[in-house]
Structure formats: structure tokens, C-alpha cells
Nanobody, 124 residues
Framework: QVQLVESGGGLVQAGGSLRLSCTAS????????MGWFRQAPGKEREFVAA????????YYEDSVKGRFAIAGDFAKGTLYLQMNSLKPDDTAVYYC?????????????????WGQGTQVTVSS
């Protein structure tokens, strides 16, 4: 089993920045990929970004490309999401996810483990 705990959410003005962190514990040696999803009020949970253990390949949802940056250290079980130029549309609960395969796509079913989420609110 793997446990994921997020931190770093909060309230920020539009145009500002936040850095989310995720700490993984347990059988982290099994992980092939880690990433972030988000869910805004009244909307479906959506993919944000992911990183593959092998080759350190990065993947982003189109609306965050150029503004968000994902980074991770699988050996240490840590994952980060640097969010810049934040917009009110980025307001959501952000979830750290991890999978035992190298899947880094947008399907929720591709990830085996989920954190509890951290709230990000961007005011206009």
C-alpha cells in the first residue's frame, strides 16, 4: 500500500503562485508514475499533470501548460506542483495520485492511489 499526503494549498490572488507538495509513504518502490488531478465545484475531476518514473517524462493538461510545472523524486517519495500565473478557473481541490504502472494519461482509472486533496482558491 501507498499513502499520499498533500500540502501547500491556500488562497491566492489571480496572477499569483502556489507550490503544492505531496509526500508518499509505504511501498513507494512500486510506483511507476505520480501526478495531480483537480476537481472544481460542480465539475468532474480532471487531469492536471503527471511524471513517469522512467525517463522522468512530464505530461500536462493543455490549460496549464506554460504555467504549471511538475517535479518529483521517486526515491524520496516526493512530488511537487509549482503553479504560476494562477487564474480563478484554477480554483479546485487538488489531488496527488500515484500508480504502479507507467501510465501518465488523463484517466482516473490509471492511478491506484489518491491523496485526500488540498484546496486551492484563486481570487479575482
Amino acid at each position: 500500500q501507498v499513502q499520499l499526503v498533500e500540502s501547500g494549498g491556500g488562497l491566492v490572488q489571480a496572477g499569483g503562485s502556489l507550490r503544492l507538495s505531496c509526500t508518499a509513504s509505504g511501498a513507494t518502490f512500486r510506483l511507476g508514475a505520480m501526478g495531480w488531478f483537480r476537481q472544481a465545484p460542480g465539475k468532474e475531476r480532471e487531469f492536471v499533470a503527471a511524471i513517469r518514473r522512467i525517463e522522468d517524462t512530464l505530461y500536462y493538461e493543455d490549460s496549464v501548460k506554460g504555467r504549471f510545472a511538475i517535479a518529483g523524486d521517486f526515491a524520496k517519495g516526493t512530488l511537487y506542483l509549482q503553479m504560476n500565473s494562477l487564474k480563478p478557473d484554477d480554483t479546485a481541490v487538488y489531488y496527488c495520485v500515484a500508480g504502479i504502472t507507467a501510465y501518465t494519461g488523463s484517466s482516473k482509472d490509471g492511478y491506484n492511489y489518491w491523496g485526500q486533496g488540498t484546496q486551492v482558491t484563486v481570487s479575482s
